[in-house]
């Protein structure tokens, strides 16, 4: 049975930072391309970050330059750095793990973003 748990969500000031993880269980990890994506109030869940399994990454426009997305195989975790944080990056911060018809998602983690 596949699991995906997030972590590090939390309320942060504008311009501050935040790190996420995600930890998965239950497949090989390593062979999955690895997804953030997020979801705010009375809006559609939007892609955030993917890193593919060799670690080729790609970002949504509003988060170039501040966010990093990496992965740990070792430790079957995918990770999301969050720097200089806007308070319209607030939202449900979901992972997401893929590879052909296999989908699955994590539970979310909240960020909020507010002074």
């Known amino acids: 049975q596949v699991q995906l748990v997030e972590s590090g969500g939390g309320l942060v000031q504008p311009g501050g930072s935040l790190r996420l993880s995600c930890a998965a269980s239950?497949?090989?990890?390593?062979?999955?391309?690895m997804g953030w994506y997020r979801q705010a109030p009375g809006k559609q869940r939007e892609l955030v970050a993917t890193?593919?399994?060799?670690?080729?990454?790609n970002y949504v426009d509003s988060v170039k330059g501040r966010f990093t997305i990496s992965r740990d195989n070792a430790k079957n975790t995918v990770y999301l750095q969050m720097n200089s944080l806007k308070p319209e990056d607030t939202a449900v911060y979901y992972c997401?793990?893929?590879?052909?018809?296999?989908?699955?998602w994590g539970q979310g983690t909240q960020v909020t973003v507010s002074s």
């Open positions: 890193i593919t399994g060799r670690s080729s990454t």
């Open positions: 997401r793990m893929t590879r052909g018809t296999s989908d699955y």
């Open positions: 239950g497949t090989i990890f390593s062979i999955y391309t």
